[in-house]
Nanobody, 118 residues
Framework: QVQLVESGGGLVQPGGSLRLSCAAS????????MGWFRQAPGSQRELVAT???????KYADSVKGRDTISRDNAKNTVYLQMNSLKPEDTAVYYC????????????WGKGTLVTVSS
């Protein structure tokens, strides 16, 4: 059974930093594009960042220059380093795994809450 388990969320003051982690099942990690999405109350889920198995990254404009996505293939873990956090970054952050060609699948974690508030 494929599992994505997020950790690292919490309460942080504006301007602070957090690092989210997502541990994935070994069976899919090496063939997946891993990503972070977020959903704020009353809003749709949106892309934050993705990283391919080859290390290519993509970021939402709202987090460019502040967030960094990375992956440790030996640990089957993807990270999201978030800096200069703003109240509008408050959301539930979800880990996502999408199969790269020719594999077609998508899995989601249960999410971890990030609250940015003074």
């Amino acid at each position: 059974q494929v599992q994505l388990v997020e950790s690292g969320g919490g309460l942080v003051q504006p301007g602070g930093s957090l690092r989210l982690s997502c541990a994935a099942s070994r069976t899919i990690f090496s063939i997946s594009t891993m990503g972070w999405f977020r959903q704020a109350p009353g809003s749709q889920r949106e892309l934050v960042a993705t990283i391919t198995s080859g290390g290519s990254t993509k970021y939402a404009d709202s987090v460019k220059g502040r967030d960094t996505i990375s992956r440790d293939n030996a640990k089957n873990t993807v990270y999201l380093q978030m800096n200069s956090l703003k109240p509008e970054d408050t959301a539930v952050y979800y880990c996502n795994a999408q199969g790269e060609e020719p594999f077609a699948y998508e899995y989601w974690g249960k999410g971890t809450l990030v609250t940015v508030s003074s």
